[in-house]
């Protein structure tokens, strides 16, 4: 069975930092594209960024260039958020899918986790 | 980038109607790389829906998917008490990948 396990949200202030993980377990984490999507509170669905299998080709939502960082650990079946310079609008549940299709940059999402809340507030 | 524009925006009906939900895109969606989720209070999304009309592993066949170019739909032949949800749209041709705003499907 495939999961996908979230962690590493919560309140943060305007300005900082977040790092976010996804256990992912019941497929070979290594053969996928994986992506991260949030949903702000009330709202719909937004695409943040994905990585390819071998982490050597990282893409990202205009809104997040240059202030979030995604990366993966085949080794750890883990794929990782770093999020710097946190704004009220990153404010949302962060989750972690897998992408559908192996050999295509983009592609549907097959697989979610449960996601994770990050709040960004003073 | 793509945008996606869902109708309606809230779809009231009873428990055995049929169901019927649109996505149209600003621009046309290549080889129909179009899917749908269905989303509930609390929960991730699901994929119903790729390839705008393939159903996913373990899809009931009362949902259905049809379009291409700029217009494709949802529908749900007969609306079980658990298909009431909100549903995405979601495109997949072009970068960035894209969502629709939802359409919720409520209890008349």
């Known amino acids: 069975e495939v999961q996908l396990v979230e962690s590493g949200g919560g309140l943060v202030q305007p300005g900082g930092s977040l790092r976010l993980s996804c256990a992912a377990s019941?497929?070979?984490?290594?053969?996928?594209?994986m992506s991260w999507v949030r949903q702000a509170p009330g709202k719909g669905l937004e695409w943040v960024a994905n990585i390819k299998q071998d982490g050597g080709e990282k893409y990202y939502v205009d809104s997040v260039k240059g202030r979030f960082t995604i990366s993966r650990d085949n080794a750890k079946n883990s794929l990782y958020l770093q999020m710097n310079s946190l704004r009220a609008e990153d404010t949302a549940v962060y989750y972690c899918?897998?992408?559908?299709?192996?050999?295509?940059?983009?592609?549907?999402?097959?697989?979610w986790g449960q996601g994770t809340l990050v709040t960004v507030s003073s | 980038e793509i945008v996606l524009t869902q109708s309606p925006g809230t779809l009231s009906l009873s428990p055995g109607e049929r169901a019927t939900l649109s996505c149209r895109a600003s621009?046309?969606?290549?080889?129909?790389?179009l899917a749908w989720y269905q989303q509930k209070p609390g929960q991730a999304p699901r994929l119903l829906i790729n390839g705008a009309s393939s159903r996913a592993t373990g899809i009931p066949d009362r949902f259905s998917g049809s379009g291409s170019g700029t217009d494709f739909t949802l529908t749900i032949s007969r609306l079980e008490p658990e298909d009431f949800a909100v549903y995405y749209c979601q495109q997949y041709g072009s970068s960035p990948r894209t969502f629709g705003q939802g359409t919720k499907v409520e209890i008349k």
């Open positions: 019941g497929f070979t984490f290594s053969s996928y594209w």
């Open positions: 899918a897998r992408d559908g299709i192996l050999w295509f940059r983009e592609s549907y999402f097959d697989y």
């Open positions: 621009q046309s969606v290549s080889s129909s790389y």
